[in-house]
């Protein structure tokens, strides 16, 4: 899932696209290396694209990962006096300005106007011999979806080619939402919901706690089921969330030895990741070249391993 995401963002934005983002990104950091610099803190990076390792000096970390968090910013803190700092294509002048504001007031010196270091952009700090000269996503693919209205055609076109719930069965993959209308995913964009960080500190996914725990209670009344569990939207947690539960059912019965998962070769990558995630060993089960079991193998298999 997460390589088809990609691929539709580089056929979305084109080498053009990705260039051009890459580019203000890139000067972004640029312009918060020139603040660090400008209030007397070191950064470590002679080259570097959009993350900054930042030595405070005598200054603390913590201090100064509360002056960020007053402004809505968290930083990453790699030690006592040394801190790391990213920036993407989500971040605009006002977080710059606000982690230039939390520099000045950690080095007690005045604020200026994150203005002030925009000329830093324009700077080279990229070595030649990392410089990209060749051509990148030549193929078409690349050059031909740009408005979104395309890029929803052409989605819908690879839809199409798949199996769905409107020709068939949905098989492999049914966790990729296919079925899901534009109108649905609309709450994903709302700041609140998609720009939470993955990192975030605890005491800023209140909301987001809340959120999931009065749906759990709301899907327990309808259900009638004791309480809810939720996962990531991906097949694979729903199968590492059944097998937890079988491991569990065997544990209550006093048969913590049955550990073994039996999975065949053609089985999805998924399949023993997830038995290997919830502490189970894999047995590998033969198939043919068409990915039919070999029910010979498997008898052999389940009698070798009954116990267990």
């Given at each position: 899932?997460?390589?088809?995401?990609?691929?539709?963002?580089?056929?979305?934005?084109?080498?053009?696209?990705?260039?051009?983002?890459?580019?203000?990104?890139?000067?972004?950091?640029?312009?918060?290396?020139?603040?660090?610099?400008?209030?007397?803190?070191?950064?470590?990076?002679?080259?570097?694209?959009?993350?900054?390792?930042?030595?405070?000096?005598?200054?603390?970390?913590?201090?100064?990962?509360?002056?960020?968090?007053?402004?809505?910013?968290?930083?990453?803190?790699?030690?006592?006096?040394?801190?790391?700092?990213?920036?993407?294509?989500?971040?605009?002048?006002?977080?710059?300005?606000?982690?230039?504001?939390?520099?000045?007031?950690?080095?007690?010196?005045?604020?200026?106007?994150?203005?002030?270091?925009?000329?830093?952009?324009?700077?080279?700090?990229?070595?030649?011999?990392?410089?990209?000269?060749?051509?990148?996503?030549?193929?078409?693919?690349?050059?031909?979806?740009?408005?979104?209205?395309?890029?929803?055609?052409?989605?819908?076109?690879?839809?199409?080619?798949?199996?769905?719930?409107?020709?068939?069965?949905?098989?492999?993959?049914?966790?990729?939402?296919?079925?899901?209308?534009?109108?649905?995913?609309?709450?994903?964009?709302?700041?609140?919901?998609?720009?939470?960080?993955?990192?975030?500190?605890?005491?800023?996914?209140?909301?987001?706690?809340?959120?999931?725990?009065?749906?759990g209670r709301d899907l327990a009344n309808v259900t009638g089921?004791?309480?809810?569990?939720?996962?990531?939207?991906?097949?694979?947690?729903?199968?590492?969330?059944?097998?937890?539960?079988?491991?569990?059912?065997?544990?209550?019965?006093?048969?913590?030895?049955r550990d073994v998962c039996l999975i065949p070769t053609s089985?999805?990558?998924?399949?023993?990741?997830?038995?290997?995630?919830?502490?189970?060993?894999?047995?590998?089960?033969?198939?043919?070249?068409?990915?039919?079991?070999?029910?010979?193998h498997l008898r052999a298999k389940a009698e070798e391993h009954?116990?267990?």
């Amino acid at each position: 899932m997460l390589a088809n995401i990609s691929a539709a963002y580089g056929i979305y934005h084109g080498p053009s696209g990705l260039k051009n983002i890459a580019t203000r990104v890139h000067g972004l950091a640029k312009v918060v290396c020139a603040g660090v610099k400008h209030y007397g803190f070191t950064v470590r990076q002679s080259h570097f694209f959009d993350t900054l390792q930042i030595d405070l000096g005598a200054k603390s970390s913590s201090a100064f990962a509360q002056e960020c968090e007053k402004r809505e910013i968290n930083v990453r803190i790699l030690g006592t006096n040394s801190i790391g700092v990213s920036v993407d294509e989500a971040t605009n002048q006002g977080h710059l300005q606000a982690l230039i504001d939390s520099f000045a007031a950690l080095s007690q010196k005045h604020s200026v106007p994150v203005s002030q270091f925009e000329s830093a952009a324009s700077s080279n700090v990229i070595p030649a011999s990392l410089t990209r000269s060749s051509p990148f996503m030549t193929h078409p693919v690349f050059n031909s979806h740009e408005s979104e209205t395309e890029m929803m055609r052409y989605l819908f076109c690879l839809q199409s080619k798949d199996l769905s719930l409107q020709s068939s069965m949905i098989p492999l993959g049914s966790c990729t939402m296919k079925l899901n209308a534009a109108s649905e995913m609309i709450p994903v964009t709302w700041p609140s919901v998609g720009k939470i960080h993955p990192f975030a500190p605890l005491n800023q996914t209140k909301g987001y706690m809340e959120m999931i725990e009065t749906l759990g209670r709301d899907l327990a009344n309808v259900t009638g089921f004791h309480s809810i569990s939720f996962q990531p939207n991906s097949g694979s947690q729903g199968e590492y969330a059944g097998l937890l539960c079988i491991k569990a059912y065997h544990q209550a019965r006093g048969e913590s030895q049955r550990d073994v998962c039996l999975i065949p070769t053609s089985a999805h990558g998924t399949n023993p990741a997830s038995a290997v995630l919830a502490g189970m060993k894999v047995v590998v089960v033969n198939c043919d070249s068409n990915g039919s079991i070999d029910i010979e193998h498997l008898r052999a298999k389940a009698e070798e391993h009954k116990d267990k």
